[in-house]
């Protein structure tokens, strides 16, 4: 149980790293959060400060996921006895995938670092879903991608991306015959309606035709940047 926690603990740290707020801080001496929709995420990092820092941005929130699924995770097996399962027919490896990626997601959205005012998670879970099942995340992207280019909206893309990611696991599952875990799929569920809740906002600005929408798909050097120009 020790060995889960500490786990957990390190997970949510890393995840708690505020990589948009401290990339506006120390190269452009701004609070991300006062700039565009005031989200401390990738999409407002590209639109405030362009598309150079958010890559950055994005990567290391997508890598925040990744490394705490893939790597950290594992350190439980080196604490005192080792992960228990808190449910006998819960799977241990499953569990401490679960775990580990919630940790970090939630410690994006509500970062100890930075007052609990965070992202939606997005990237984070993204990075933390394909340690745990790649193929229905891909999935989920390639809708993100189709949906962000067509429409023109990130968030559009997010919400319905983050929608169809149990759907794809059940079709593996059940129509495939692939051995993914259900609490797995509860999990990803879980998270999904977590992503979708965050965007609550911006599900308001659609409604009301008020949303950001991406004027162009050419590398931008930032509203910031055109503004001193």
Not at 3 to 23: D, E, K, N, R, T
Not at 57 to 69: C, I, N, P, Y
Not at 92 to 113: E, K, N, R, T
Request: hydrophobic letters at 50%.
């Amino acid at each position: 149980m020790l060995s889960i926690l500490v786990v957990f603990i390190l997970c949510y740290l890393i995840g708690a790293i505020p990589s948009s707020l401290w990339m506006g801080k120390i190269f452009f001496k701004i609070d991300i959060r006062e700039h565009g929709s005031g989200n401390a995420g990738a999409t407002n990092t590209f639109r405030i400060l362009g598309w150079k820092a958010g890559s950055i941005v994005l990567l290391f929130d997508f890598g925040k996921g990744l490394l705490s699924t893939l790597v950290i995770s594992q350190l439980a097996y080196s604490i005192g006895d080792g992960p228990v399962s808190f449910y006998q027919n819960w799977d241990v490896d499953a569990m401490l995938l679960i775990l580990s990626g919630m940790g970090a997601v939630i410690g994006h959205m509500f970062p100890v670092y930075a007052n609990f005012k965070g992202g939606k998670g997005a990237a984070t879970a993204c990075g933390m879903l394909y340690g745990i099942e790649p193929v229905s995340i891909s999935i989920s992207l390639g809708l993100f991608l189709i949906l962000m280019f067509t429409t023109r909206y990130v968030s559009v893309g997010s919400i319905f991306a983050a929608l169809i990611y149990p759907f794809a696991q059940l079709t593996l599952r059940y129509g495939f015959g692939w051995e993914i875990d259900g609490s797995i799929i509860l999990f990803s569920s879980a998270i999904a309606l977590g992503i979708i809740v965050k965007h609550k906002g911006n599900i308001t600005r659609l409604l009301d035709g008020t949303e950001n929408r991406i004027k162009s798909f050419k590398p931008s050097n930032g509203r910031l940047k055109n503004n001193e120009s």
